[in-house]
């Protein structure tokens, strides 16, 4: 299934890629999701596409959508700005056929600009003892486009995306799925990612709250594990410090523009999800402070 919000012009890639496939799709879903370009033309050039429309719900919603208007029991969920490579489903069906009990099996991707040109090759997934452990910290870098589910696992834990996240909502299903059931993550290009400017990874605010989010909710299920412990604490500290750090550059050129609300309300955002770089920061700025005083009063007390 393909959902679309103001992508109509890349969407005869994805579609097309779909129909490329070295396994044929049994089902091709376009979601309209309330989007102002002409998805509905572009979907009606290719007969093997069911167009549905509704009002604008956000990502996870047309995903869900999608699940409730299809009866495969394997699932991809392909953006519409993003393509599958020709053997993408015929990889992932042949995996989890061989892993019966696998609630979902991901491979690898690669990373395309807005022409369609390779600017990244794929790497394989980062070593680990434990995937669930590092589930935790990163998600593997799993994205749902590389990601073949089984329509029983998403079922079993709740029958679809969360669509109070406005990101890494996959990460989140992820998770509930990983709790319950294997998973499998396999060294195979699949997919190609398209890096543009209109992003969800662009917006390191709404990134940041979503995975925070997410992991905060892994607690209780990591609790009396001292090792999913561990892995949960180092997760939230990865998010916090990669995302931190670029909401703090921001704050300084927020500054320097004289855009204090804006100021005000990102050291807000800090406050509530990192609130040790906000300390950090303060006794920063202290010590500084109390470096640079210092000389001037021992020159003080020397002349007087």
């Given at each position: 299934?393909?959902?679309c919000?103001?992508q109509?012009h890349?969407?005869?890639?994805?579609?097309?890629?779909?129909?490329?496939?070295?396994?044929?799709?049994?089902?091709?879903?376009?979601?309209?999701d309330?989007?102002?370009?002409?998805?509905?033309?572009?979907?009606?050039?290719?007969?093997?596409?069911?167009?549905?429309?509704?009002?604008?719900?956000?990502?996870?919603?047309?995903?869900n959508?999608?699940?409730?208007?299809?009866?495969?029991?394997?699932?991809?969920?392909?953006?519409?700005?993003?393509?599958?490579l020709?053997?993408?489903l015929?990889?992932?069906?042949?995996?989890?056929?061989?892993?019966?009990?696998?609630?979902?099996?991901?491979?690898?991707?690669?990373v395309?600009?807005?022409?369609?040109?390779?600017?990244?090759?794929?790497?394989?997934?980062?070593?680990?003892?434990?995937?669930?452990?590092?589930?935790?910290?990163?998600?593997?870098?799993?994205?749902?486009?590389?990601?073949?589910?089984?329509?029983?696992?998403?079922?079993?834990?709740?029958?679809?995306?969360?669509?109070t996240?406005?990101?890494?909502?996959?990460?989140?299903?992820?998770?509930?799925?990983a709790?319950?059931?294997?998973?499998?993550?396999?060294?195979?290009?699949?997919?190609?990612?398209?890096?543009?400017?209109?992003?969800?990874?662009?917006?390191?605010?709404?990134?940041m709250?979503?995975?925070?989010?997410?992991?905060?909710?892994?607690?209780?299920?990591?609790?009396?594990?001292?090792?999913?412990?561990?892995?949960?604490?180092?997760?939230?500290?990865?998010?916090?410090?990669?995302?931190?750090?670029?909401?703090?550059?921001?704050?300084?050129?927020?500054?320097?523009?004289?855009?204090?609300?804006?100021?005000?309300?990102?050291?807000?955002?800090?406050?509530?999800?990192?609130?040790?770089?906000?300390?950090?920061?303060?006794?920063?700025?202290?010590?500084?402070?109390?470096?640079?005083?210092?000389?001037?009063?021992?020159?003080?007390?020397?002349?007087?």
């Amino acid at each position: 299934m393909i959902p679309c919000y103001r992508q109509a012009h890349f969407l005869p890639e994805a579609i097309e890629s779909v129909l490329a496939q070295t396994l044929p799709a049994a089902e091709i879903v376009v979601i309209d999701d309330g989007s102002p370009d002409d998805v509905a033309g572009v979907a009606s050039r290719y007969p093997e596409v069911r167009y549905i429309r509704q009002e604008n719900q956000g990502l996870s919603a047309a995903r869900n959508t999608g699940i409730r208007a299809t009866s495969s029991e394997l699932l991809v969920f392909l953006d519409s700005d993003d393509r599958l490579l020709p053997r993408a489903l015929e990889r992932g069906a042949a995996h989890l056929e061989a892993r019966p009990d696998c609630g979902f099996a991901a491979g690898r991707m690669q990373v395309i600009d807005a022409k369609g040109a390779l600017i990244k090759p794929w790497k394989p997934f980062p070593e680990a003892e434990d995937y669930r452990e590092r589930m935790l910290y990163d998600h593997c870098g799993i994205y749902p486009v590389t990601t073949m589910y089984r329509r029983w696992a998403i079922e079993a834990v709740g029958g679809g995306f969360d669509p109070t996240l406005r990101s890494a909502e996959d990460w989140d299903m992820d998770l509930r799925i990983a709790r319950r059931f294997p998973f499998h993550l396999y060294n195979e290009p699949v997919a190609e990612y398209r890096r543009h400017g209109t992003n969800m990874t662009q917006n390191s605010r709404v990134m940041m709250t979503s995975i925070l989010r997410v992991q905060h909710a892994q607690r209780r299920w990591v609790r009396g594990n001292r090792r999913m412990e561990a892995a949960y604490r180092a997760g939230v500290r990865h998010v916090q410090r990669s995302f931190g750090e670029i909401i703090i550059d921001q704050i300084h050129a927020d500054a320097r523009e004289r855009r204090w609300l804006a100021v005000l309300d990102k050291l807000a955002l800090l406050a509530r999800w990192y609130p040790r770089v906000v300390l950090d920061r303060a006794e920063m700025k202290l010590r500084r402070l109390r470096e640079r005083i210092a000389p001037e009063r021992s020159q003080a007390r020397s002349s007087g």
